[in-house]
Structures are given as C-alpha cells and as structure tokens.
C-alpha cells in the first residue's frame, strides 16, 4: 500500500480555473519524490492539498489507505510536516525553541517535552547543521540560517510524510549538501518541489507536474531518472522558443508604434503647409 496516493485530483482557487487538473501520484515510505514543472503548473497547490490546507474539487487524497479527510488536524499535524517557500518569524525564539516547536503535535495540552522529545529536537538539529544556532533567536539568523531552523522544526516532528516547498531558498552551496543528506536519512516518504539540480538528481522518482490548460502532463507522469535530461532540454528549447516569439512580437509592436507616429507627423506637416 502507497503512504500517499493521489487519484484524479483536481484543485484550484477560482471556479471554473482549475490549477490542477486529474493529477495522479502514489509515493511509497522511503520515497524521495520531486515533482517537477514549469512555474503556475500547480506544484505548491498539489502541496497544500495534500498537506490538507487544501480540499480538492475533486477526486481522492490518501495517506496509509485512509481519506485525508477522515484525518482530524492532530492527527495530520503529527502524520505531515511542512516546509513552506519562505517562513518569517516575529517572536524572539530561540532555534532550539523553533525546532521544538515540531514536537506539539506530540504532546498533551500544557505538557511538557519529555526525553524522546529533546532527543527528536537534537537529532533534528544535528541533520540541519544548526546545533550551534541552538541559543541564537531566530530573529538573529540569516535567511539561509533561518530556512535550515524550519526544515529541523518538520523534521523535528518525525512525520511519516514531509512537504518541502523550494526549501534550498536562500541556502549556499554547503547548506544544500547537508539538506540533501538529511533528507537521504529520513526515514518516511518525501515529496519535493523544486527547481535545483542537486535536489532533482537526489531524488529517487520524478513527476512532472503541469496543470495549465491543454498541457500534456496535467495528469501526472512518472518520469524515469535516465528521462530527466531529455526532459530539461525539452523545457528549455519550449521557453527559448517563447522568449524568441515573444521578441519579435514586441519588435513588431515597436515597428507599428513607430510607423504611427511617422504618420502623426506627416499629418500635421501637411496641415501647417
């Protein structure tokens, strides 16, 4: 049985503009799956359906062969974490505090953590390179700095499912390394938007993601590793071809403009003579 498995889901924001569209995908736990696409293709919106912020027009969501709506928030909370593109903080928390924060799905109201907790948290801190920001507010850190505290927060709450939207925003080079080989020893099922290489190649499957309308792969397709360099030059000679049309569009534009104003000026020649 897949830990996640979409069938058929269609989602949007307006009615009538779906942005995706009859998307289906199954990840198993210990997956590494990095959905691929062009930008406004509905990658993030799969994201927050399946991160249950979302509910699909249409069509089925499951997590461990159980409706995403049967869940109650609790029980997704310690089942799902999140890494969202850009997360900002206006309380002076220190990083050991954030990443702590991870762990209140865990706990009881007004319940302390315990010893398995603190052990979560430092293990969290260790896979992120952050255990010497532990004492730092947050506030304090920069925007690489702070993007590594959240990702140590979601991992903090050992889902079975972790969500990561872009998440090497802001991360230098190092950073990103040490992400991916956090993300290497997780041990649940991961699903990954993002447009950096090192991420895709770190992946163990890709889906191409595309719910603009009258695209081919609005469904959801499962591209082979060997696939993924085809698939980039495919992208690449798409948007060069864009970009050369939309040139000549605009040197026609420019054309018309100026020969319009030639005419202006003839015209008023001829008046004043």
């Known amino acids: 049985m897949a830990l996640l498995h979409l069938d058929d889901v269609t989602a949007g924001y307006r009615p009538g503009s779906p942005v995706l569209r009859q998307f289906s995908l199954s990840v198993e736990t210990g997956a590494f799956a990095a959905l691929i696409g062009p930008n406004g293709s509905g990658k993030s919106t799969l994201l927050r359906v399946v991160a249950g912020v979302m509910a699909p027009w249409s069509g089925r969501v499951t997590l461990d ?3 995403l709506s049967e869940y109650s928030r609790r029980d997704l909370a310690r089942r799902i974490a999140v ?3 850009a997360a900002v903080s206006d309380f002076e928390f220190s ?3 954030t990443v702590g924060m991870g762990r209140h799905p865990h706990l009881k109201r007004f319940q302390g953590m315990g010893e398995e907790d603190r052990i979560a948290v430092a293990e969290a801190l260790e896979l992120t390179a952050t255990a010497e920001l532990a004492r ?3 506030r304090e850190l920069s925007g690489g700095e702070r993007q590594r505290v959240i990702i140590a927060r979601a991992l903090a709450q050992q889902p079975q499912l972790l969500l990561l939207d872009e998440p090497t925003n802001h991360l230098d080079l190092e950073s990103v390394d040490a992400l991916v080989e956090g993300l290497a020893k997780f041990s649940g099922g991961v699903v990954l938007v993002s447009h950096d290489e090192r991420l895709v190649d770190a992946a163990t499957e890709l889906w ?8 081919q792969d ?5 591209l082979e590793k060997s696939g993924y360099t085809a ?3 495919q992208r690449i000679a798409i948007m060069e071809a864009a970009a050369s049309a939309a040139a000549r569009e605009a040197r026609v ?12 000026i003839e015209r008023l020649g001829s008046k004043r003579s």
Request: aromatic share 2%.
């Open 83 to 85: 890494v969202p593109q």
């Open 95 to 97: 990083v050991e505090e």
């Open 208 to 215: 191409v993601c595309d719910g603009r309308e009258g695209a």
């Open 136 to 138: 730092r507010s947050i």
């Open 218 to 222: 609005s469904g959801g397709l499962r």
């Open 65 to 67: 062969g159980q409706e």
């Open 253 to 264: 534009r420019a054309q018309r403009r100026l020969e319009a104003r030639r005419e202006r």
């Open 231 to 233: 698939y980039r030059k």
